[in-house]
């Protein structure tokens, strides 16, 4: 995959493309032939491109919202009429796209969502074009990059738990001790506004746990620095948690969540 063959495999002319982002795994550096990974891309189009852009099927940012990708609390910061989002899949172990127009992205931008403060500081090589430097943009507010931050990745860590106690291994995880702490879990008001992820087998659900660590991660270098300086700072768990076999949330629990906490602890009075 290249910039020449996404944008074919769109029909998109480039005169319309401002920016295209490869973000996710690709940046991390976790990606890798045996897992088959694919491309996780954001591109930024001129303003108005659904009506330049018939073919593509724009729809509203309520997904994002519902899974926490932008904050549910920053809703009404965006406009049903001019904020809309249009996504493409070509099929797994290809590609997936995520498309906003230059007024939505900086609107996730002016509202700290994560992904779009990652793709503005991606290393040169994963900006495939780069016509307007929003990072030139980009300012920190630490109130709306607290909300964004924990939202999302309590939203990821809750999406772990559930599936993996409630989807994929009920049975595995029926004892006291690991009833107690999803009980206290689920006092956290975010525990039901979370959904389950579809179709998420054993090793996708261990994946959010780490993406939930990670995030707080990247929101720590954002408040030290105003920027992400370091991809791959969470990668040091990535294959250990990978690893793991155990499907008890027992067992993750012990291992990760202390530091989760203290990394909770460090981002919000850093």
């Not at 994946?207 to 030290?224: A, C, D, E, P």
């Not at 906490?261 to 009075?269: P, R």
Request: with cysteine; charged share 25%; proline share 3%.
């Amino acid at each position: 995959m290249n910039k020449e063959t996404l944008l074919e495999s769109l029909s998109l002319d480039e005169k319309f493309v401002e920016c295209i982002y490869v973000f996710d795994s690709r940046a991390y550096g976790t990606a890798s032939r045996k897992r088959q990974s694919d491309y996780d891309i954001v591109i930024v189009l001129k303003s108005n491109a659904w009506d330049q852009h018939p073919n593509l099927q724009w729809s509203s940012l309520d997904f994002m919202f519902n899974h926490h990708w932008i904050n549910p609390t920053f809703r009404y910061l965006f406009s049903d009429e001019t904020d809309k989002k249009c996504f493409v899949d070509l099929g797994d172990r290809e590609a997936q796209m995520w498309m906003f127009n230059i007024e939505t992205f900086r609107q996730l931008l002016k509202t700290n969502t994560m992904f779009a403060i990652e793709c503005i500081f991606l290393p040169e090589d994963l900006k495939w074009i780069e016509k307007i430097p929003f990072y030139e943009e980009f300012q920190v507010n630490n109130s709306m990059l607290e909300q964004s931050v924990m939202n999302h990745s309590r939203s990821h860590l809750f999406m772990s738990a559930k599936n993996l106690t409630e989807v994929l291994f009920p049975n595995e995880n029926t004892d006291l001790e690991t009833e107690n702490i999803l009980k206290e879990m689920s006092n956290d008001c975010l525990w039901d506004r979370t959904p389950l992820p579809r179709q998420y087998n054993f090793y996708k659900t261990k994946k959010l746990l780490w993406h939930s660590i990670r995030l707080i991660y990247f929101g720590i270098q954002v408040k030290s620095f105003g920027r992400i300086n370091d991809f791959a700072q969470a990668n040091y768990l990535y294959e250990d948690l990978i690893a793991i076999e155990s499907h008890r949330w027992i067992d993750f629990h012990q291992k990760y969540i202390e530091l989760y906490n203290e990394l909770i602890n460090q981002f919000l009075h850093k």
